[in-house]
């Protein structure tokens, strides 16, 4: 009698846990999760999602991503959802309150096609801020990186799950080609953020190239930036190029303002790099 008893009791609990959404770290999830690439998604708006909108964005593989919600949800680890990184705010540091909304993200994408090719999970930390140029992160938006990261190794760590590696990647260059950053600047600017990253764990950088942008009438040249970051990345074995296809998509329906791409547009960006960062793993960093 006693032992039905406590069996219904946990079957209410269990249920009630699945009914309060994805959020929380369900009971399958808490005994089956043991080892896990962190990947931090950093860069500006459209890495933040400023375009997107969650209802579209890909059904994440079942168990196959997660996050770290390092402002919301601190001591826990949460089953990967759209919009990612939502409400993800630090007054002055990575906070986009006052600049663009965070709609939904090509995070789910790049999971699941990581996933596909790697057969590892991810935890996912959102590290982005609309309009920031790369100086920015340099100049005070790593504190905020490094801690959100320390957080989620030190939550890892606690839940008793592995940590394969450490990535991080990039989305963002828009604001330095409207600046005219100079390709020294860029360079120079892009490898001290990952070297200041580095004695925190952060192997590489894996680079999705800028689209290109019309803000009105005005046509600003990204290209110079969009070959700066190819360069990087040909040169500097830190840096791997991770997709290149959003300067393909800049138009209608992927890209809606000229700046920013819709849910559809980031969808298919972030199955690319997923794709392709994950064959680079598995083929160069691991060998299979």
């Not at 079957?11 to 962190?38: N, P, Q, R, S």
């Not at 990535?167 to 360079?187: C, H, N, P, R």
């Not at 329906?253 to 994950?278: C, K, S, V, W």
């Amino acid at each position: 009698m006693l032992k039905n008893k406590w069996s219904r009791l946990l079957t209410v609990i269990l249920v009630i846990c699945m009914a309060v959404g994805t959020g929380i770290f369900l009971y399958h999830d808490y005994y089956t999760l043991k080892e896990a690439d962190l990947i931090l998604f950093m860069g500006q708006s459209n890495m933040s999602g400023a375009g997107g909108n969650a209802e579209g964005a890909p059904e994440l593989i079942k168990g196959a991503g997660y996050e770290y919600r390092a402002i919301t949800q601190p001591e826990e680890l949460c089953i990967l959802s759209e919009p990612f990184g939502e409400n993800e705010h630090k007054e002055g540091f990575l906070d986009d309150r006052e600049l663009i909304p965070r709609g939904g993200s090509l995070v789910t994408a790049f999971v699941n096609a990581y996933y596909k090719e790697t057969k590892q999970r991810v935890v996912a930390v959102s590290a982005s801020r609309g309009s920031a140029q790369i100086s920015s992160f340099n100049n005070y938006l790593v504190e905020d990186v490094i801690e959100r990261l320390e957080n989620a190794k030190r939550v890892m760590m606690e839940q008793q799950v592995n940590i394969r590696h450490i990535y991080m990647v990039w989305f963002q260059g828009e604001t330095d080609a409207y600046l005219a950053t100079t390709s020294d600047q860029y360079i120079g600017g892009m490898q001290q953020l990952l070297y200041t990253l580095q004695p925190y764990g952060v192997e590489k950088c894996f680079v999705i190239q800028i689209g290109n942008v019309i803000m009105g009438e005005e046509v600003i040249d990204t290209s110079y930036i969009q070959s700066v970051q190819e360069n990087l990345c040909e040169t500097d074995e830190n840096f791997i190029m991770a997709s290149t296809i959003a300067k393909t998509i800049s138009e209608p329906p992927y890209m809606e303002d000229g700046i920013h791409f819709t849910q559809q547009g980031l969808n298919l960006i972030g199955e690319d790099a997923g794709r392709n960062t994950g064959n680079y793993i598995k083929t160069v960093v691991e060998g299979r």
